[in-house]
T-cell receptor, first 113, second 111 residues
Framework: DGGITQSPKYLFRKEGQNVTLSCEQN?????MYWYRQDPGQGLRLIYY???????QKGDIAEGYSVSREKKESFPLTVTSAQKNPTAFYLC????????????FGNGTRLTVT | QKEVEQNSGPLSVPEGAIASLNCTYS??????FFWYRQYSGKSPELIMF????GDKEDGRFTAQLNKASQYVSLLIRDSQPSDSATYLC???????????FGTGTRLTIIP
């Protein structure tokens, strides 16, 4: 079955450590996205990529980094520079960049203490 | 700053009644409109999308778009307890590949 796989589901880290969240899709979608969701809040865009080896900052990119070396993969690194990293992280993809619905993975809940 | 606004709720609706969820947006250049349902602790799932003015029906769900008034709504007929969730409105703008999300409306269906 096609879909988006995020791993792990839960992740715990100590403050000051970098952590990488995995996102893999087998939908053959060109565009991939990372969103962050805080309790009671909507989704805020961190980074997005329309094509391999290219990505753009979203609204809250500070303290995060991404790579897009393969069409299927779009990992997100939460660096120690991110001041409030504890959140629910959602990866999404779409078949084309403009005006297409997003398909979401199951999310990774990151807790930093 | 392009904005998408929703009443956060909670909105309580009796089982079997019609639930009406509303969303307003700030940019008249808005092109596409999406409704997502999100259960607590889960990821959003697409319910409906609409591109043109008017109504679009899919089963118990109807999306309504009024570009002149800059609002989009979602009606849920014959509400069921399983409809209890947070509903997110999302908007994309012409020439912009990003979706902007509202903060969501929490809907509770009362048995």
């Amino acid at each position: 079955d096609g879909g988006i796989t995020q791993s792990p589901k839960y992740l715990f880290r100590k403050e000051g450590q970098n952590v990488t969240l995995s996102c893999e899709q087998n939908l053959n979608h060109d565009a991939m996205y990372w969103y962050r969701q805080d309790p009671g809040q909507g989704l805020r865009l961190i980074y997005y990529s329309q094509i391999v080896n290219d990505f753009q900052k979203g609204d809250i990119a500070e303290g995060y980094s991404v790579s897009r070396e393969k069409k299927e993969s779009f990992p997100l690194t939460v660096t120690s520079a991110q001041k409030n990293p504890t959140a629910f992280y959602l990866c999404a993809s779409s078949p084309r960049a403009i005006s297409s619905p997003l398909h979401f993975g199951n999310g990774t809940r990151l807790t930093v203490t | 700053q392009k904005e998408v606004e929703q009443n956060s709720g909670p909105l309580s609706v009796p089982e079997g009644a019609i639930a009406s969820l509303n969303c307003t947006y700030s940019d008249r250049g808005s092109q596409s409109f999406f409704w997502y349902r999100q259960y607590s602790g889960k990821s959003p799932e697409l319910i409906m999308f609409i591109y043109s003015n008017g109504d679009k029906e899919d089963g118990r769900f109807t999306a309504q778009l009024n570009k002149a008034s800059q609002y989009v709504s979602l009606l849920i007929r014959d509400s069921q307890p399983s409809d209890s969730a947070t509903y997110l409105c999302a908007v994309s703008y012409f020439g912009n590949e990003k979706l902007t999300f509202g903060t969501g409306t929490r809907l509770t269906i009362i048995p």
